[in-house]
């Protein structure tokens, strides 16, 4: 028997709202698309230099930036913008592959 009633203890949480797809596909286009053309000229420039570089800088930067978004996935808004930088760097990156 718990002394102070049913549902103790337990935490209430707020009804969630609808999903804001329009709103939130707009944003990760948005963002895929800028995060794309930033990747793939910092790429594209650094295989100039050398492709293993380009290489290597993608990759530091990629697994350094995993730990965040990981924890960051789950936030109403970063959620977008988050699918909308991974779409870019994916596209970035397959370009890359392609323009070599």
Not at 27 to 37: P, R
Not at 43 to 65: E, F
Request: glycine share 12%.
């Amino acid at each position: 028997m718990n002394p102070a009633g049913p549902g103790y203890g337990r935490y209430s949480t707020p009804p969630s709202e609808p999903t804001p797809w329009a709103a939130g596909i707009t944003v990760a286009a948005l963002v895929a698309a800028l995060t794309m053309v930033g990747v793939y000229a910092f790429g594209a420039a650094l295989t100039q230099v050398h492709p293993l570089l380009s290489l290597a800088v993608n990759l530091v930067a990629a697994i350094g930036i995993a730990p965040t978004a990981w924890r960051w996935r789950t936030r109403p808004v970063t959620r977008w913008v988050l699918a909308g930088a991974g779409v870019g760097v994916l596209l970035a990156w397959i370009g890359l592959l392609f323009a070599a």
